[in-house]
């Protein structure tokens, strides 16, 4: 489908397939620009999807990117990150701490996980921690994805979806 837009006798009115608009097209342009996504890939960042080395700074890197577009906005009305599958058979991300999803609000929210193969496990360092907070969260879509704990490590894998 073709949809042309023509400006009408009027300089602030536009018409699309010969009916009226009531905005202005410095309205309309605003709206176009917030019809735009923010992609966020966690590729993009120090991340292992071998599962060889740990993963949890660079997601926590990309998350912390993502979830700044998802609660400011900057003109786009979908924040995506992108947890891309992993490249070898049985691979995963190797995750050892928390990953903070705290306060990620705005209008959608999208993480997109076909394929990705999330293994949490605590670290040395890390005592009875949940793998993934959501604390405070609000307007995330998850799609996709494998989440996984270490049976060997306690807690297996946890998700904090609480209200403080």
Known sequence: ??????????????????????????EIELDIDRLEAIEINVLDYDVDPTGATDSTAGFQSAID?????????????????????NMVVDGYYLITGSLDFTRVRGHKNVIIAH??????TRGSDAVNFPALDFTHSNNIHWEGGLITGDPSNRPLCGMQFARK
Request: neutral net charge; glycine residues 8%.
């Open 115 to 120: 394929g990705a193969h999330l293994f949490c």
């Open 1 to 26: 489908m073709t949809i042309t837009i023509t400006q009408a006798g009027n300089p602030n009115t536009i018409t699309i397939a010969s009916s009226p608009i009531s905005a202005t097209l410095a």
């Open 65 to 85: 990117d993502w979830a700044s577009y998802s609660t400011t906005g900057n003109g786009a009305s979908t924040a995506i990150l992108r947890i891309a599958p």
